[in-house]
């Protein structure tokens, strides 16, 4: 699943279809929806752990979107990049040039720039186990149970780096029922993809679960020759000659861009001696091989060196304009095919004691990263201008002790004590202009955290609940750099022996009161304050610029929202409206210079203003249509920024705020339209997502001479796209004890092609700008058999 824009098909735009499938649902004829079973659901009661305890959906006084294991089933969501729209506010993409690292978004919170040294703004959870970095992040979990997405700074619950909110994947559970499912899937480019799982139980006590998939793709952008030439002889490969020999042989590539080759395994294991103690154990694994997906050159400074009229002569000009693609192509000429693999190990161990009153429970957690991006092609193009590499290794460890319980009919409480350590390096090499420039680039930390927390709700009335929390972190960061001009001028080297390291503290609170006339509906509102980590830049260009700490970023946070159920609970809407605050603003900055970096710095002050909505509607056991709307107002309140007389001003209102589209929107129906005597019946879903245009970049919306070396805003901006999903699938065919199914997909329904990030090098790169799209129209067919 994958979000796209606006297209056409036989005459009607993206929004006529969404309307036009909805309207056939509608009158779609009413006996099929009969013939039903009696036992489906007319409503759906949500049970989700957003406050660290089993609650109905409806009674948790903040924004959270649960989606539920049959939901992720049926439209095979097992990563975190196929999530974006599905919750209202939230934008999922991956890293220009790095298909395995996440840039999540939560109501125009981001961090764009997934080194090793730096926080993500959302917190990522796998069965309560954090997952500490941007960089790694997009791998597979089978067999979920629900995923739960909390808008808004989750500081008091869950600590340091849930600025703009958490996801939390909750796996399904080993338990005392022998089952077994299969599924295989084929599809274009050459793609197929196999699960399979196995639930065991061992004795009254043990269970274990293993499940698994492998998907292998071709890429959708093929490599072809050089299209320019001169005297006969390919233009890159006179061009890459000319400095040194190129470590490729000079030409253009052969193959594809975009495969995939992914592999996972999840095993569990739970140990219920009593009906009071459980421990569950969780290793998850998780493997890729591929080709990255097509950088394109979408444009260059026509009057630069690299642009047609270029008038420094031969000697400075590169005619790269020839390899200009201002729209998304099918084939693509470059000097290096970017491999991109990643290895990742996790362990979780999860102990809970109910001790009568209170519920104990042990969180413990490791995880560890291999990521090798190999050579990584950044300009697009079969000539050698700009290249570089990752090479990452990652380890974090955790653990976290929880109480939770209740003291008479009044207070409910959770209180916990958490740890979490990480040590992160990346080796980056990078090569410029035909091998004449070379830079030899390291970077990595530590992390050291201890944080203690409580929360209450105090029942002041039958109807009327006060929620108090409070959440003191402490931590201490490390960090190691270097930078060598080769082969021996030394730019950075600040060595793990010179002892830099800063401490931070912060105290995070949650008040909230919420409303409950009745069981049908419930408002709230809320105060909550967020806090990300403030650190060292590992990509800085200077031993002052590495060892200078940026200040962490906080937000406050005021939030109202209102929960309903109506039609006999066959209706539910949230409404959410908030005011977001922060401070000392953390954004990632690029520059292109002598070398690639991305630098983060404290800008300034921003405001978020905006409203979400969700609703479900089941108006028949047989159909359901689920959706989301969110709008977003995000403007700085102040920017600070050095201009190109060393003066500090504020440019806030020439400046734009990256990865905040204004409108979010998502549509999911599923309808069973036939149900035969066997109880095998025909499954229809139909999904539409839609994300306006945004900025990539922290950018300036009018260029001026004061900031010379800012880009336009304009040039680093993902467009507006709406993506058509479509499934209709036979499903509970009766075989013997077995329940089969087949069916036929297509995502990407209308083919749209959409830039969805990208990178501008700026004016002292010749105003190289590339693109990534969205992947095209695929589509196939799957069958599965579950025991």
Request: charged residues 15%; neutral net charge; proline residues 4%.
């Amino acid at each position: 699943m994958n979000d796209r824009r606006r297209s056409s098909l036989g005459g009607l735009n993206s929004r006529q279809l969404i309307l036009f499938g909805v309207a056939s649902l509608s009158i779609f004829p009413t006996a099929a929806l009969a013939q039903q079973s009696a036992s489906a659901r007319t409503n759906d009661e949500i049970i989700v752990t957003a406050q660290r305890r089993e609650e109905n959906l409806i009674d948790v006084p903040i924004a959270v979107t649960a989606l539920q294991g049959q939901f992720l089933q049926d439209r095979s969501i097992t990563t975190i990049d196929n999530l974006s729209a599905l919750a209202p506010g939230l934008l999922v993409s991956s890293t220009a040039t790095q298909p395995n690292n996440a840039q999540l978004s939560i109501r125009g919170s981001v961090q764009q720039n997934g080194s090793i040294t730096l926080d993500p703004s959302v917190g990522v959870y796998l069965d309560g186990v954090y997952i500490g970095k941007a960089q790694g992040s997009i791998f597979d979990i089978n067999d979920l149970e629900r995923v739960e997405v909390l808008r808004g700074p989750q500081g008091t619950l869950y600590g340091r780096n849930t600025l703009a909110g958490a996801i939390s994947f909750v796996t399904r559970k080993p338990d005392g029922q022998l089952r077994a499912s299969a599924e295989t899937s084929i599809g274009n480019y050459d793609a197929y993809t196999v699960r399979g799982l196995i639930n065991l139980p061992l004795s009254d006590h043990l269970f274990v679960k293993l499940s698994g998939m492998t998907l292998k793709r071709d890429g959708n952008v093929r490599l072809m020759p050089d299209p320019a030439s001169v005297g006969g002889y390919p233009l890159g490969f006179l061009y890459n000659n000319s400095v040194v020999s190129h470590p490729q042989g000079g030409g253009a590539q052969s193959g594809q861009a975009g495969t995939r080759n992914r592999q996972s395994l999840l095993a569990q294991v739970r140990f219920a001696p009593s009906t009071d103690l459980t421990v569950d154990y969780t290793y998850d694994y998780s493997r890729t091989r591929g080709r990255a997906d097509a950088s394109q050159l979408h444009s260059v400074d026509p009057d630069g060196f690299l642009g047609a009229n270029c008038t420094f002569g031969p000697s400075v000009c590169i005619p790269a304009y020839l390899y200009v693609q201002p729209k998304y192509s099918k084939t693509l000429s470059s000097d290096y095919t970017h491999l991109d693999r990643i290895e990742i190990n996790g362990h979780g161990l999860a102990v809970t004691w109910n001790a009568g009153a209170v519920t104990l429970k042990s969180i413990t957690g490791y995880r560890k990263m291999d990521y090798d991006g190999a050579v990584i092609e950044l300009d697009g193009t079969p000539l050698w201008l700009a290249s570089g590499g990752l090479d990452t290794k990652y380890k974090s460890f955790s653990q976290e002790f929880q109480a939770t319980g209740n003291m008479g009919d009044k207070l409910n409480y959770v209180a916990g004590l958490y740890y979490f350590w990480d040590k992160g390096f990346t080796r980056s090499p990078q090569s410029f202009f035909f091998g004449s420039v070379n830079y030899d680039t390291s970077w990595g930390g530590t992390t050291k955290a201890y944080a203690v927390y409580g929360q209450a709700d105090y029942n002041i009335t039958d109807q009327i609940v006060l929620t108090a929390g409070l959440r003191y972190t402490k931590e201490r960061k490390t960090i190691v750099r270097s930078s060598i001009l080769l082969p021996d001028t030394i730019f950075v080297d600040v060595r793990k022996s010179d002892g830099v390291s800063k401490d931070f503290s912060a105290l995070n609170p949650t008040v909230v009161l919420a409303y409950k006339p009745n069981d049908r509906l419930s408002a709230y509102i809320k105060f909550a304050q967020g806090y990300r980590s403030g650190g060292f830049n590992g990509e800085a260009t200077s031993n002052i610029a590495t060892t200078t700490p940026f200040r962490p970023e906080t937000i406050n946070s005021f939030e109202a929202g209102l929960k309903m159920t109506l039609w006999g609970k066959r209706i539910n809407l949230n409404v959410a409206a908030f005011h977001n605050h922060h401070r000392n603003m953390q954004l990632s900055v690029f520059t292109a210079t002598s070398s690639l970096a991305s630098l983060l710095q404290n800008a300034g002050s921003a405001n978020m203003n905006g409203v979400e909505v969700e609703m479900s509607l089941r108006p028949t056991p047989a159909l359901r249509i689920s959706g989301n709307f969110a709008y977003l107002h995000a403007s700085y309140s102040s920017y600070r920024d050095t201009n190109a007389l060393g003066a500090v001003v504020d440019v806030g209102d020439n400046r734009t705020i990256p990865h905040a589209p204004q409108y979010q929107a998502a549509l999911n129906v599923d309808l069973r339209a036939f149900e035969g005597s066997g109880g095998d019946n025909l499954h229809l879903i139909f999904d539409a997502r839609h994300t306006s245009s945004y900025f990539l970049y922290s950018y300036a919306k009018t260029p001026t001479a004061d900031f010379p070396l800012v880009p336009p805003s304009s040039s680093a901006k993902a467009q507006s796209l709406t993506l058509l999903d479509f499934q209709l699938r036979y499903e509970d065919i009766a075989l013997g004890k077995a329940k089969a199914w087949i069916g036929a997909w297509t995502r990407n329904l209308t083919n749209t092609h959409r830039k969805v990030n990208g990178i501008d090098f700026g004016a002292q790169f010749g105003g190289l700008n590339i693109a990534n799209y969205n992947e095209p129209r695929t589509y196939g067919v799957s069958v599965g058999i579950q025991w």
